[in-house]
C-alpha cells in the first residue's frame, strides 16, 4: 500500500493493548532461558565474583541506555513496526527495509526458532519421548507445536495474545523470586562461595577479552527489550505507557538478573558455576538445576524444568506479538508483499504478517532438524565444499547454539542505528511531540552507541563468531536488490 494512499488510515490497528501489556512485553519477551544458562558462561570468561557482577551491571546499564532512548522514539511515533518506523524517519526507506528483511529472515524468525527449540529442550526434560520417537523429532515436534500455539493465539486477538504475554509474565518472575528466596527460606548458602571476589594475576588483554566474550552472552540474556515499540500502534496512551514500560521493565530485569545471579554463586562454589554445563541439552547439571537440587532436591529440578519450559513459552509469544508489526508496516509502505498489511475483519489483528512469521519460524525449525539428522557423509563430492562445512557444524551442533550468533550480531546492527536516530530526528523534526524525552540526553544514546560498536568489533574479531557475524551481513546486503524489486513493483501497482 502506497503511504500517500487515501484507505491507508483504514489500516490502523486498533488500540486495545493496556499498561500492564506493555510492561509484559519488555519483561515477557526478555525473561527466556537465558538467566536460568548464561551465569555459566558468565562465570567461565570472568571467573570472580567482581567481574561477573560488573559484567552484568554494565550489561543492564548499556541496555536500560538503550531503553530510555527508544521509549523517545516510541513515544513520538507511536505507530505499528517499532525500530523500522524509527530507521525510515531517520534515514529513509532503504536503511528500514534492511531491518525488516534481516528482522524477517534472520532476526525475528531465527529468535522464535531458537526459543522454540529451547523450550523444546525443556519440555523433553519433563515428558520424555516415547521408545519410538527419537529425541531429536520429539523436541522439534515440540517446538514446531509451540510457535504454532503462540501464532495462533495472536491471530485470534491482541487482547488474547496480550493475556497471555502479562499472566505468563507475572507467572515467570513470581517463580523467579521463588528461587531468589530459596536461600533464605531452607538454608544451604554460605558466603565462601562467593570467593574469589577479584582476581589474581592476569594480562589486561586476556581479562578484557573475557569481558566482552561475557558481554555477549549478558546482552543475550537482555535481548527483547526492544518489543513494545512495535505495539505502539495498539497501546493506549502510548505517550505515557511506552516510556512507563520501557523504564519500569528494565529497573525489574536488572534487580531480578543481579540477584538470581548472586543467588547462584551464594550457593553453589565458583569452580562448579564456570564448568557447568552451558546448553539446555545438559540441563540437568545446568547451573539451575544445580541450584534447585541443593536447596530442595530432585523436585527442585523438575520445578525449574517446568519454570524455564513455561518462561521460553512466554518470551516466544512475546515474540509472536511484535515482530509481525514491522512486516504489517513494511506492506503498508508498499514494501512487502500487500497482503501483508490486511487486517482480519473479524479479530483486527495482521494475521497474515503473523502467519508468515509462523510459519518461517517453523521452517528453521524442520530444516535445522532435518541437517541434524541426516549426516553429510557422503555428499563431500556432490556439493560445493563451504555448503559441507557448513553442514557438518550444523550436524553436530544443536540449532539453539547455531543461530545464537546470527540473532545477536544482527539485531544489534539495527539496535544501534535505531537509538542513533534520536540524533537525526532532533536535528531534523523538532516540531515532532515528545510526551516523554530521553533521561540524560545526549550522554545515555551515545554511551549505546559506543558500547554497540565495541561490541560488534569484538564479535568480528571472535574467531568463533565472526563467520555466523559475516553471514548476517550478507544477508543485509542481499536486502539491497530485494529492495528494489518491491520498490519498483510499488511503482507498477
Sequence with gaps: MNPNDPDREASQLPRVLGAPVAFAAVVGSVIGSGIFLVPAKVAHDVPFLGGIVTVWVIGGLFTAAGALTLAELGAMLPQAGGLYVFLRAAYGALPAFLFGWVEFLVVRSGSMATLAAAFARYFSHVVKPPGSISGEVWQAGAAVAAIAVVTTVNVLGSRRGGGLQVVGTALKVGGLVVLIALPIVVGGGSTTNLEPVWPGETSPSALFAGVMAAMVSVLWAYDGWTNVTPLAEEIRDPGRNIPLAMVSGMIVLVAVYLTMTLAYHYVIPM?????????????????????????????????????????????????????????????????????LCRIHPRFQTPANAILSQGILAIGLIVAGTALILVSPAGWEKTLPGPIVVAWRTLNRTPLYDVLYTYVIFGA??????????????????????????????????????????????????????????????????????????????????
Design 412 to 493: 544489534h546492527i539495527f539496535y544501534m542505528l535505531a537509538i542513533a536516530s534520536v540524533f537525526v530526528l532532533r536535528a531534523r523534526r523538532p516540531d515532532l511531540p515528545r510526551p516523554y524525552r530521553t533521561l540524560g540526553y545526549p550522554v545515555t544514546p551515545m554511551m549505546f552507541v559506543g558500547a554497540e560498536l565495541l561490541l560488534l568489533g569484538s564479535m568480528l574479531a571472535d574467531p568463533f563468531s565472526r563467520v555466523p557475524s559475516l553471514v548476517g551481513l550478507g544477508i543485509v546486503a542481499a536486502g539491497v536488490p530485494a529492495y528494489a524489486f518491491f520498490r519498483r513493483s510499488a511503482r507498477v501497482n
Design 271 to 339: 569452580e562448579q558455576v564456570r564448568t557447568a554445563p552451558q546448553d539446555a541439552e545438559h540441563f540437568e547439571q545446568a547451573v539451575a538445576a544445580i541450584y534447585c537440587d541443593r536447596l530442595v532436591g530432585w523436585w527442585g529440578v523438575l520445578g525449574v524444568s517446568i519454570l524455564v519450559m513455561g518462561s521460553t513459552f512466554i518470551a516466544l509469544n512475546g515474540n509472536a506479538m511484535s515482530g509481525p508489526r514491522a512486516y504489517f508496516a513494511m506492506a503498508r509502505d508498499g514494501l512487502f508483499p500487500s497482503a
